[in-house]
C-alpha cells in the first residue's frame, strides 16, 4: 500500500481487492500504476516521434514506429470519445469475458485460465492467422480497476483495465502450432457529464466517455515489418470503432451505470 501522510490523496485507491493475496499481485499493481500514469499523459507529453495514422470523428491514433531485435513492436496510442456511454460500462464489456467474441474480431478461441479475483483474470486467446504468417497466441492477465477522478472530485471516477502478458506452466510458449505474441494493453475511461440546464434528469444524452487506449504488441516472432505494419492500420481503427459501437448498442436501453 501506498504510506500516505495526513491530508494527502492517493494516486490510485488503496487496493481493496481479494487479488492482493495472490502471487500475481505485485507485478499487477505496479503495472496498472505505470499503466495509469502513462495513458494520462497527453500525446505532446510522452516523447518524440509519435504520428497520427488514422482519424475518424473524435477518435484519433498515433502510433510510434519501433523495433527491437528486427522485429516491429510499435506502441500504439489513441484517443476517442463517445456519446452516451460511461467509463464503467466501456471497462465491464472489455474486461468481462462473457462479450469478449461479440466485440474481438481476431479472437479464434478464448479459455479463462484463472480467476483471481472479480476483477482480475487470467485469459489464454488463440487469435486469426494471417497467411502467411504463423497462427498467435497470447497468455495475459487482465485486471479492472476504480480510479479517484484527479480533476474534479465530486465527479464521476475513472475506470481502466489493464491486460499484460504473463506465463503459464500448463501452456508453455511455442509448444504448438501458434508463435506466442506478448503484449501489454491499458485501456482508461474517463466519464464526462454535461448536466441539463431545465434540470430535467441526467439522461445518456448527457453522458459521454473519453476514451485512451494505449498498446504495444510484440509479435513473438519474424514477421515482415510492411505487413505487421498494415495490419495495425488496419485492426486497430477497426475495433476501436466496433467496440464502443458495441458497448453504444448494449446500454442503449438500460439505465447509466456511473
Ligand atoms: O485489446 C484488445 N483486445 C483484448 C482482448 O482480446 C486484448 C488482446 C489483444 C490481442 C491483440 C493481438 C492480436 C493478434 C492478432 C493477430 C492478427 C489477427 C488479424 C486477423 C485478420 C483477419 O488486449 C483489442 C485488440 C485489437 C487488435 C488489433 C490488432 C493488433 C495486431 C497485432 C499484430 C500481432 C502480430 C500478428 C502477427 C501477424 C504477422 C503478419
Redo the contacts with the bound molecule.
Keep these: 500500500r501506498d504510506k500516505l501522510k495526513t491530508g494527502q490523496i492517493p494516486v490510485t485507491p488503496p487496493p481493496t481487492s481479494p487479488a492482493v493475496q495472490h502471487p500475481l499481485w505485485p507485478e499487477v499493481d505496479r503495472v496498472v500504476k505505470q499503466q495509469v500514469t502513462m495513458a494520462k499523459m497527453g500525446i505532446g507529453e510522452c516523447g518524440t516521434g509519435w504520428q497520427l495514422f488514422a482519424e475518424d470523428g473524435e477518435m484519433k491514433m498515433y502510433r510510434r514506429e519501433e523495433e527491437v531485435d528486427g522485429m516491429v513492436v510499435d506502441p500504439?496510442k489513441a484517443v476517442h470519445v463517445v456519446k452516451g456511454i460511461t467509463g464503467h460500462e466501456v471497462c465491464n464489456y472489455?474486461f468481462n469475458p462473457k462479450y469478449?467474441y461479440d466485440w474481438?474480431?481476431?479472437?479464434e478461441h478464448?479459455t479463462v485460465l484463472e480467476t483471481i479475483s472479480d476483477d482480475t483474470m487470467v485469459?489464454l486467446?488463440t487469435?486469426?492467422?494471417?497467411w502467411?504468417?504463423?497462427?498467435?497466441d497470447?497468455v495475459?492477465w487482465?485486471h479492472m480497476r476504480k480510479l479517484p477522478n484527479g480533476q474534479d472530485r465530486d465527479g464521476p471516477d475513472m475506470w481502466t483495465v489493464v491486460?499484460n502478458s504473463t506465463e503459464s506452466s500448463e501452456h508453455p510458449a511455442n509448444a504448438g502450432k501458434c508463435?506466442r505474441?506478448y503484449?501489454t494493453?491499458c485501456?482508461l475511461c474517463q466519464t464526462r457529464v454535461h448536466p441539463p440546464k431545465d434540470g430535467t434528469p441526467i439522461s445518456r444524452d448527457n453522458v459521454s466517455c473519453k476514451i485512451t487506449?494505449c498498446?504495444v504488441?510484440?509479435?513473438?516472432?519474424w514477421?515482415?515489418a510492411s505487413?505487421?505494419r498494415a495490419?495495425?492500420k488496419?485492426?486497430?481503427p477497426?475495433?476501436?470503432k466496433r467496440?464502443t459501437a458495441y458497448v453504444v448498442n448494449q446500454t442503449k436501453n438500460q439505465p447509466i451505470l456511473f
Design positions: 500504439l472489455f469478449r474481438e474480431t481476431t479472437l478464448m485469459f486467446q487469435h486469426k492467422r494471417i502467411p504468417a504463423s497462427q498467435r497470447v495475459f487482465s491486460n508463435v505474441i503484449l494493453v485501456l487506449y498498446s504488441v510484440n509479435p513473438g516472432g514477421a515482415p505487413v505487421l495490419v495495425y488496419r485492426e486497430y477497426k475495433f476501436l467496440f
